[in-house]
Nanobody
Framework: QVQLVESGGGLLQAGGSLRLSCAAS????????MAWYRQAPGKQRELVAS???????NYADSVKGRFTISRDNAKNTVYLQMNSLKPEDTAVYYC??????????????????WGQGTQVTVSS
């Protein structure tokens, strides 16, 4: 059973920094891509940043130059360093792991997984 556990959310003032972490647990052999999404109240969930197992990253225009995504493949963990935070960054941030190959105890499973979400609130 693969689980994603996020940490690092919180409440802070505009201009501050925050680092989110997301660790995938289970008998995992490979994760193709990991990403961070966010969902603000009344809005659809949107992609913030993604990173492949080879380290290629992609960012939403709204966070380019302020956020940095990274991952530790040995720890099956992805990070999101958020700098120069703005009130419009306020949202629940979700971790996503795509193309996860894991072992269930009887057979191999390939799937996509989501974390439970962590709240980030930026005050003006």
């Amino acid at each position: 059973q693969v689980q994603l556990v996020e940490s690092g959310g919180g409440l802070l003032q505009a201009g501050g920094s925050l680092r989110l972490s997301c660790a995938a647990s289970g008998t995992i052999f490979n994760i193709n891509a990991m990403a961070w999404y966010r969902q603000a109240p009344g809005k659809q969930r949107e992609l913030v940043a993604s990173i492949t197992s080879g380290g290629s990253s992609n960012y939403a225009d709204s966070v380019k130059g302020r956020f940095t995504i990274s991952r530790d493949n040995a720890k099956n963990t992805v990070y999101l360093q958020m700098n120069s935070l703005k009130p419009e960054d306020t949202a629940v941030y979700y971790c996503n792991a795509e193309g996860v190959i894991s072992y269930s105890g009887s057979y191999y499973v390939t799937g996509d997984y989501w974390g439970q979400g962590t709240q980030v609130t930026v005050s003006s």
